[in-house]
């Protein structure tokens, strides 16, 4: 007979040490890229923040004495995002109610899915090259080559399928029972998304949206074909039609550039690239977890 | 086919005439005819997959929302047909109210769960008085009034079960079904919401799916007997038709079918 105690040496609990130990191995090891990127930027670029970074011009390259501010880049990238919000948020949502609500599975819904899904993983500069096509190399906008509103619509290219499938499988976690109780007491089937299943699936709709939007901020190969970079301050709504520059841009840029005060540039909006995408992630769980306490009382 | 044999002065409000349904190419229920009468409860009862959910749902056109499903035969509502192409069912649903069961309040607050019905519908008098009168008449005002503003998940199993049905009174239906609105609560739940209906008859028409043949023989006037049967091809699959339909009394005291008299007693279901 054995015994019940747990004996160290018998061959399946070694060899169940050694798997545990090897997965929490790999675990660390997989997070460690992380860990590395996140600390090095955070020490490398945010010694470079200065009060001035958010309000000047940067200078042309090859002054070494003073490189500048990055205030048109990140004016450039809120502005980019929010065209790229404004056109994919109602489309993709838009989308996702008829997946989730209206379509029957049939042939239509699944070539939808099915494109979707093919458009999510579309590599970033295939959307950028597309828009350069149809806009910049057409100048059908106003006459208009690169602009912040052709980078705008790349990004949403980019954003429509999370935006899309979020808004679908949120929906799709909203009991049946709801709707059959919203449409049981008379309401049509448009009042009952707009006013209960909606509403219900808000919380994982936001969320997702507003993951999109961070990945959508952190893009720049479409940006390189459609918004192309600018040095001057955003002042007007016509600049919305001629090149604008973007954070992302910018550190492709500035990065490559053989001088030192560039360089320091690209680091300091690496930082707050960084920053502002941790930001936006961590305030929408927080947001997710306070509207979740709000809903079951 | 079985005929409506009680005398009775009361008008039929819903008539069923040759109703069969179908999911896909499989039929559910075949061959129903069936009167309800205006102010009476009518319960329907039967084994698993009879198909007296099925019936019951085809009554305000809930089966619209299940993909494949389709009617044969007419639904008379009010002198219509309630299936003619014609036919907004929108409107049915407004006249012929739902209760499910599963208790599924809106995640909205108490107050607002009986307000959004109204509201749709257009209601434009005092809100609050509905709210009120619409909770008493459910017997759920007492739990209620102090956590007006609170979310309906914050009632219990049978408190959230009420306030359902006093979403659909508040819409003033002309007929209430129910499709088994007792099975996930308590018996004491259930006491409360039998009484609960006893006091809606006095104004609604009640249509009651039940499991529970006690609860049959409790509140309801007439009682249906749906039964299943194999195919005649005989390939395994059931297909439910309405084997009896009277009075509650006759049909427990005295059923005129065999298979009547052995499900209300037990035999088997």
Not at chain 1, 42 to 68: H, S, V, W
Not at chain 1, 89 to 108: D, H, M, Q, R, W
Not at chain 2, 117 to 138: H, P, Y
């Amino acid at each position: 007979m054995n015994s019940l105690y747990y004996q160290k040496k018998l061959s399946r609990n070694v060899g169940d040490k050694f798997f545990t130990s090897l997965s929490v191995f790999c675990a660390l090891i997989a997070i460690l890229p992380l860990i590395f990127v996140v600390t090095y930027i955070l020490i490398k670029g945010g010694a470079q923040i200065t009060p001035e970074l958010f309000t000047l011009e940067p200078n042309p390259p090859g002054d070494d004495l003073d490189a500048g501010g990055i205030n048109p880049a990140l004016i450039g990238t809120l502005v980019i995002t929010t065209i790229a919000s404004i056109i994919a948020i109602p489309v993709g949502v838009g989308g996702g109610i008829y997946l989730a609500e209206y379509s029957n599975g049939g042939p239509f819904s699944k070539f939808i899915r099915f494109g979707v899904n093919v458009l999510a993983g579309v590599p970033s500069i295939i959307a950028g090259v597309f828009i350069y096509a149809l806009i910049v190399s057409t100048k059908i906008l106003f006459g208009s080559m690169y602009s912040g509103f052709a980078g705008g619509m790349a990004l949403s290219i980019l954003m429509l399928p999370t935006v899309i499938k979020t808004t679908d499988e949120g929906l799709k976690l909203v009991p049946n029972e709801l709707r059959y109780a919203s449409l049981g007491i008379g309401a049509s089937m448009y009042t009952t998304i707009l006013k209960i299943t909606l509403p219900t699936a808000f919380r994982s709709i936001a969320t997702g949206v507003v993951l999109g939007i961070a990945r959508a901020a952190g893009e720049t190969a479409p940006l390189i074909f459609t918004a192309l970079f600018s040095y001057y301050y955003i002042v007007g709504f016509e600049d919305l039609f001629y090149e604008m520059g973007s954070l992302a841009v910018l550190i492709y840029n500035f990065a490559l550039e053989p001088y030192d005060a560039q360089n320091k540039l690209a680091w300091a909006a690496s930082f707050i690239l960084v920053i502002s995408i941790l930001t936006v992630n961590i305030f929408s769980r927080i947001f997710a977890a306070f509207t979740e306490k709000t809903k079951r009382v | 086919m079985i005929k409506n044999t009680k005398k009775s002065q009361k008008k039929n409000i819903l008539s069923l005439e040759d109703v069969s349904i179908s999911y896909g190419t499989f039929e559910a229920v075949k061959n129903v005819f069936l009167n309800f009468k205006a102010g009476d409860i009518t319960s329907l009862i039967g084994p698993s997959g009879c198909g007296k959910s099925t019936v019951l749902r085809a009554l305000n056109r809930m089966n619209d929302l299940i993909p494949n499903c389709s009617l044969k035969g007419t639904v008379l509502f009010d002198g219509t047909n309630i299936y003619d192409k014609r036919v907004d069912p929108v409107e049915v649903r407004r006249r012929i109210g739902m209760v499910f069961q599963q208790p599924n309040p809106f995640p909205k607050s108490i107050y607002e769960n009986i307000a959004f019905g109204a509201r749709i519908n257009g209601f434009t008098g005092d809100m609050d008085e509905l709210v009120e009168s619409s909770l008493r008449k459910a017997a759920v005002w007492s739990e209620c009034k102090d956590k007006l503003n609170d979310s309906g998940y914050s009632l219990s199993g049978g408190q959230q079960q009420r306030l359902c049905i006093a979403r659909t009174i508040a819409i003033e239906p002309e007929i209430i079904l129910m499709d088994e609105p007792c099975s996930a609560l308590d018996p004491i739940s259930t006491l409360k919401i039998e009484e609960t209906m006893h006091e809606l008859k006095k104004n609604y028409t009640i249509i009651i799916v039940t499991h529970n043949m006690q609860q049959a023989l409790r509140v309801s006037d007439m009682t249906a007997f749906f039964n299943a049967v194999e195919y005649e091809d005989g390939d395994g699959g059931k297909v439910g038709y309405l084997a009896e339909f009277d009075s509650t009394k006759k049909i427990f005291n005295s059923p005129k079918e065999k298979t009547t008299q052995e499900y209300i007693s037990g035999k088997f279901g």
